[in-house]
């Protein structure tokens, strides 16, 4: 049985008139288990691999390895399937027409999955649409199925079908399964895979090197399986005549929650999280009351982390109104530390997007935005790519020069680590 708790971390304390209190709220769980074997429900994956024909013959057979590295990972009994995608997509494992278009995994079936999967032949466009909507299908065919995730791999942008169509299979997939989607080389379009992989409760990075495929999807799977929480739900909680301005996600990736908030009852909301293993979450709750007198004290937010509807764990908000300078004045560290790296974030797109639209000016004052919160933050990973895009005269003062040859993709790996955060310097 997994284990949940909760830890708030915030300066309570508000001065006259204050009315706006903020906090990071930590989840933490343990003993989480295997995918499928809590007892709440059975879990499915689906591989989907890009076989339009810019993948190429080398970049295919990386992309085989790599489907048949995933597949070794799935755990027995686990409901799986293959989907292939050009400019359009069909079920290559496994070999059905009408049914569930999924089957449990076992010796037999990985094996015949790993030979349909030698079969894949580079050609045709690119419609990630139709691969989203084939893959929702297919989740949708086996009942019981209360995990479903997805990896997806492409290496270019969407030519072979209208922007709506990819949103109107974003918003069907919503709510149905998670994606992990990854984009190997420079020729697809981050934003796109952002866009998908944040509506899907997943992830988007880079893969730079075809013979990268493999060591990553096996890694995207073996975290996929040790996830053996379904479906979890933050929930909050403000007092009458409060308003929650807004839920975050600011660890291990920034994520606004926000605009995925669900009615629970009149004075809270549910935000979905996915599923969970053993890990550790923080979000960055930030709640408007109405001014109190000076000693007064209120309870401002109760924060709790719900799976199927069952309460695991709480966490308590709270305000006090003093005249204190001292107490009033003082910030809380682990507030401070992750509005800078939710800054640091939209700092560095804003920065690479001014760069490809032209705007030198504005990109120079971004990204040397960027590289300031970098270093006030202590992410030195963050510091260490910015270092690929710009040349950093001084860290403190952010000031920076675009060097004038830069590597695709160590553009892109910027972008799609930008929202990665570090947590606080003990």
Request: proline letters at 3%; hydrophobic letters at 40%.
């Amino acid at each position: 049985m997994a284990r949940f708790g909760t830890d708030v971390y915030q300066n309570e304390f508000l001065p006259d008139g204050g009315t706006d209190v903020h906090a990071i709220v930590t989840v933490t769980c343990s003993e989480a288990g295997v995918a499928g074997r809590a007892g709440s429900g059975e879990a499915g994956e689906i591989v989907v691999v890009d076989t339009s024909g810019s993948m190429g013959q080398a970049g295919m057979e990386a992309a085989k390895q790599a489907a048949t590295a995933a597949l070794e990972q799935v755990v027995d009994g686990t409901w799986f399937a293959v989907v292939a995608g050009n400019h359009r997509a069909y079920l290559a494992y496994p070999a059905v027409q009408t049914g569930p278009g999924m089957v449990r995994m076992d010796a037999r079936t990985r094996a015949e999955a790993a030979r349909a999967v030698q079969t894949f032949r580079a050609d045709g466009g690119t419609a990630i649409g139709s691969w989203l909507r084939l893959t929702t299908a297919l989740f949708g065919s086996v009942p019981g199925l209360t995990q479903k995730h997805a990896i997806l791999l492409t290496d270019g942008e969407n030519h072979n079908e209208r922007p709506e169509e990819l949103e109107e299979a974003v918003r069907a997939a919503t709510g149905v399964f998670q994606c992990d989607c990854r984009g190997v080389g420079v020729q697809w379009k981050v934003e796109e895979l952002r866009r998908i992989a944040r509506a899907l409760l997943g992830t988007v990075d880079i893969i730079p090197r075809p013979e990268q495929m493999a060591e990553v999807f096996g890694e995207l799977m073996r975290t996929s399986m040790a996830r053996g929480v379904a479906e979890a739900e933050l929930r909050v909680w403000v007092p009458q005549g409060a308003e929650l301005l807004f839920v975050r996600q600011v660890a291990p990736t920034v994520e606004e929650l926000t605009d995925r908030a669900v009615t629970v009852n009149a004075l809270t909301r549910g935000f979905p999280t996915g599923s969970w293993g053993d890990e550790s979450r923080d979000y960055h709750v930030a709640v408007r009351l109405a001014a109190r007198a000076l000693g007064q004290e209120q309870l401002a937010a109760r924060v709790q982390l719900a799976v199927g509807g069952e309460v695991l764990s709480q966490g308590l908000v709270k305000a006090q109104w003093s005249a204190d300078d001292q107490l009033t004045t003082r910030i809380s560290p682990e507030v401070a530390h992750y509005t800078g790296q939710t800054e640091l974030a939209r700092a560095i797109q804003e920065g690479l997007a001014a760069k490809a639209a032209g705007d030198e000016g504005t990109a120079t004052v971004r990204l040397g935005r960027a590289v300031q919160l970098a270093a006030a933050t202590g992410d030195e990973a963050a510091t260490s790519r910015l270092r690929r895009v710009v040349d950093i005269d001084d860290e403190e003062a952010g000031t920076v020069r675009l060097k004038r040859q830069v590597d695709r993709a160590d553009e892109m790996a910027l972008d799609t680590a930008s929202t990665k955060t570090t947590r606080i310097r003990s």
